[in-house]
């Protein structure tokens, strides 16, 4: 790669809310601007369980990365994976070349964790990824197909169970939404079985649910979830998964889907880095989210640490990136220009939502807190809004009404996935 | 399978557009109806050049068969895959149980052809499916992400180097598609390649291209062609192809990209039924589209072959498969109801229709001939309406509009493939 005559070199590992942010904040700062992601897209991940349910189409919530910050003069876009990271040589490590760096953002996310469990990982799917969501998606709408076959009456109850396992924003929002796919999309399609009287648990270790919601607010999502037909339960551990379901609390529950929501562990960047991490495989950032030594390293999003004012850890959601993109963005272009550098990174709290099935959210900012359709509009409009690409936003609007109408679901596509 | 009482069982395999129009000409007819499908969704072919290509997604062309059939109250679906016919129980072979049968239509259409050469297929994939779609989309987008890396020249060309084999529509579609997703959509995304150079092929062993139309039609496409940026090549023929491109006619052209559009063949139904087929597989069938010594036995579309009162056989298009499938629906109707019997089948000719771009089309329909615009607005009409599900409509129109207006193509997604 050659040098850009006398322009700094930053390279942005990783297109998810946090790097895009950081491009574009760079758009027109005198530097240059490599961005490395192994996708070619970049992904609107709070829909993801969307595109698992049959809601939507992958394409409906990705957009190519390179088409994104294509009026970014100042940037190219590589589609490639990073190996390690040459902190003492400045460079990045790819595949089969090396990248070197003025500045370095590392906002490479995070994965699923399986808490030493990695074998669980073959049957209960995370939802991190396309690919994910597409596998969840076959899962799901093969099981209602083989329970139609399915003779066998304990067998056919197995197919018709479903297990979501971990009760935050992802695995509520993935739980209410089986509940309506079985229960109202899919209720008149079958001949020999009703999809009506399908099973939805949703297990949490925890003492309650979404516990980053106030206690009252999570209640009535119960709520709601319970009228959906979910079957929550709280104080539950899973203690082990296989082909044939999940062992709770001493309790086998035969289920053929079973889906991973509980729990996340940071991307590589602290191996590739050779630092110590967190118990999540996280990096303790500095307040200005520069690695400790390191000024011209930086790190946001799910693979950094940071507490807030209050002593408390920063939670690993898409606004907090965002803002960590914009902040470490607006340092590099300060530095560059020779600027007073800036004070450390303060978050602004933008509150928590959580939806439950077609109209029903919860919404907490700060102090204000919201239950209902009016949460629920609320929670619409901002998803929409952050979506990126006008294009994304009419087809998402579209499919969302028709759903809504029809209480249809318009992705219900089996499609042969990796490795099948 | 339980008997339906005293119904005839009518059991359709395949939900392709001919099996699809006959199960729903069968509505209320007093009969058990049962469709057997190895997909779970009906596949508007003659759109997956656009998911190819970018410029749809999948679940924009696809519908679950049990949604469209779903108020088809003597009518189930199965999602299982056929491995044989016992014609003298009369009985239909799948993975593990067996299906009776009054009367049976076999409607699984066709695959690709590789003139004897299978093991071409690795290098060169067809298109019939959602999955050689996807494969061929994540082929096209591949090509570019990697010359946008590469340090070679002339690894660089044939990265940028496209062969489409065979130009009959399906061909002449996919190459004029290439050349607009490489010319137009992703002209300003790059920065160290320019994919408005990328060279597309079209190679056709036949003395002219699209030799279903008329000389004058044909050649005005071919002109069109050539405007896109397509190279169209006649009288070539294909003598090997590999991983680093295809020999045509001695000559050697490295491409990283090749597609197969240029020969079918007809699905297993002859082997299930242990007949005589023709070179292409497909069974010659009775006037009345029945096994010659089997009257209980249909087969429809790509998998028969039948020849027009002119002496020739009919071409393998969606037209002939719903006609054929509307007809044999009304014969078995009839027999049902102890009507007189129908007719021998008679093809009433709905013409032929080939697009070239975004806004150029040739039409043909017995005498009349159109290009230009108003065939391209022909075509676009012709398959809104046969589009099936007013969602899909919908939402077609909306991405054609704003891929039209933008030059953009909405789906460009690299998703892993299967096997990959």
Same mark, same amino acid.
């Given at each position: 790669?050659?040098?850009?005559?006398?322009?700094?070199?930053?390279?942005?590992?990783?297109?998810?809310?946090?790097?895009?942010?950081?491009?574009?904040?760079?758009?027109?700062?005198?530097?240059?601007?490599?961005?490395?992601?192994?996708?070619?897209?970049?992904?609107?991940?709070?829909?993801?369980?969307?595109?698992?349910?049959?809601?939507? $189409?992958?394409? #409906?919530?990705?957009?190519?990365? %390179?088409? +994104? =910050?294509?009026?970014? *003069?100042?940037? !190219?876009?590589?589609? @490639?994976?990073?190996?390690?990271?040459?902190?003492?040589?400045?460079?990045?490590?790819?595949?089969?070349?090396?990248?070197?760096?003025?500045?370095?953002?590392?906002?490479?996310?995070?994965?699923?964790?399986?808490?030493?469990?990695?074998?669980?990982?073959?049957?209960?799917?995370?939802?991190? $990824?396309?690919? #994910?969501?597409?596998?969840?998606? %076959?899962? +799901? =709408?093969?099981?209602? *197909?083989?329970? !139609?076959?399915?003779? @066998?009456?304990?067998?056919?109850?197995?197919?018709?169970?479903?297990?979501?396992?971990?009760?935050?924003?992802?695995?509520?929002?993935?739980?209410?939404?089986?509940?309506?796919?079985?229960?109202?999309?899919?209720?008149?399609?079958?001949?020999?079985?009703?999809?009506?009287?399908?099973?939805?648990?949703?297990?949490?270790?925890?003492?309650?649910?979404?516990?980053?919601?106030?206690?009252?607010?999570?209640?009535?999502?119960?709520?709601?979830?319970?009228?959906?037909?979910?079957?929550?339960?709280?104080?539950?551990?899973?203690?082990?998964?296989?082909?044939?379901?999940?062992?709770?609390?001493?309790?086998?529950?035969?289920?053929?889907?079973?889906?991973?929501?509980?729990?996340?562990?940071?991307?590589?960047?602290?191996?590739?880095?050779?630092?110590?991490?967190?118990?999540?495989?996280?990096?303790?950032?500095?307040?200005?989210?520069?690695?400790?030594?390191?000024?011209?390293?930086?790190?946001?999003?799910?693979?950094?640490?940071?507490?807030?004012?209050?002593?408390?850890?920063?939670?690993?959601?898409?606004?907090?990136?965002?803002?960590?993109?914009?902040?470490?963005?607006?340092?590099?272009?300060?530095?560059?220009?020779?600027?007073?550098?800036?004070?450390?990174?303060?978050?602004?709290?933008?509150?928590?939502?959580?939806?439950?099935?077609?109209?029903?959210?919860?919404?907490?900012?700060?102090?204000?807190?919201?239950?209902?359709?009016?949460?629920?509009?609320?929670?619409?409009?901002?998803?929409?809004?952050?979506?990126?690409?006008?294009?994304?936003?009419?087809?998402?609007?579209?499919?969302?009404?028709?759903?809504?109408?029809?209480?249809?679901?318009?992705?219900?596509?089996?499609?042969?996935?990796?490795?099948?």
């Amino acid at each position: 790669m050659e040098k850009h005559g006398h322009l700094p070199h930053v390279v942005i590992v990783g297109a998810g809310f946090g790097g895009l942010k950081a491009a574009a904040r760079l758009r027109g700062v005198p530097a240059h601007v490599t961005v490395i992601d192994r996708s070619n897209h970049h992904l609107f991940q709070p829909l993801l369980y969307q595109v698992a349910t049959a809601g939507l $189409s992958p394409a #409906d919530i990705a957009q190519p990365i %390179r088409n +994104i =910050l294509k009026r970014n *003069e100042n940037t !190219e876009v590589l589609m @490639d994976e990073v190996t390690g990271v040459d902190v003492a040589a400045r460079r990045v490590r790819l595949a089969d070349r090396e990248v070197p760096y003025d500045y370095l953002l590392l906002a490479t996310g995070a994965t699923h964790s399986y808490f030493n469990h990695p074998e669980w990982e073959k049957f209960a799917p995370g939802l991190k $990824s396309i690919e #994910d969501a597409t596998t969840i998606r %076959r899962k +799901i =709408l093969l099981a209602f *197909e083989a329970a !139609e076959m399915e003779q @066998d009456s304990e067998k056919r109850h197995a197919l018709l169970t479903f297990v979501v396992v971990g009760a935050g924003p992802t695995g509520v929002e993935l739980a209410g939404s089986i509940a309506e796919l079985a229960h109202r999309a899919l209720a008149s399609d079958f001949r020999h079985i009703n999809p009506q009287g399908a099973r939805i648990l949703l297990l949490e270790a925890g003492p309650r649910i979404l516990a980053s919601f106030s206690e009252k607010l999570a209640a009535k999502a119960r709520r709601a979830l319970e009228k959906l037909g979910v079957e929550a339960r709280t104080g539950a551990k899973v203690e082990q998964v296989d082909a044939q379901g999940v062992l709770v609390s001493g309790e086998r529950i035969a289920a053929r889907t079973v889906i991973w929501a509980a729990g996340v562990r940071a991307s590589a960047a602290a191996r590739w880095l050779g630092v110590e991490a967190d118990r999540a495989g996280r990096v303790k950032v500095q307040p200005d989210l520069t690695l400790p030594g390191h000024s011209d390293i930086f790190i946001i999003g799910d693979t950094a640490t940071l507490n807030d004012e209050a002593g408390k850890p920063l939670p690993g959601t898409a606004p907090v990136a965002m803002q960590q993109g914009r902040y470490v963005a607006a340092v590099m272009a300060r530095r560059i220009a020779g600027k007073k550098p800036l004070g450390p990174f303060h978050y602004v709290d933008k509150g928590n939502l959580a939806t439950v099935g077609r109209s029903y959210a919860i919404a907490e900012i700060r102090k204000l807190r919201l239950s209902g359709f009016v949460a629920w509009i609320t929670w619409l409009l901002v998803h929409i809004l952050y979506l990126i690409g006008f294009r994304n936003r009419i087809l998402v609007l579209i499919e969302w009404a028709w759903a809504y109408v029809t209480f249809q679901r318009g992705a219900r596509l089996i499609t042969k996935g990796p490795g099948s």
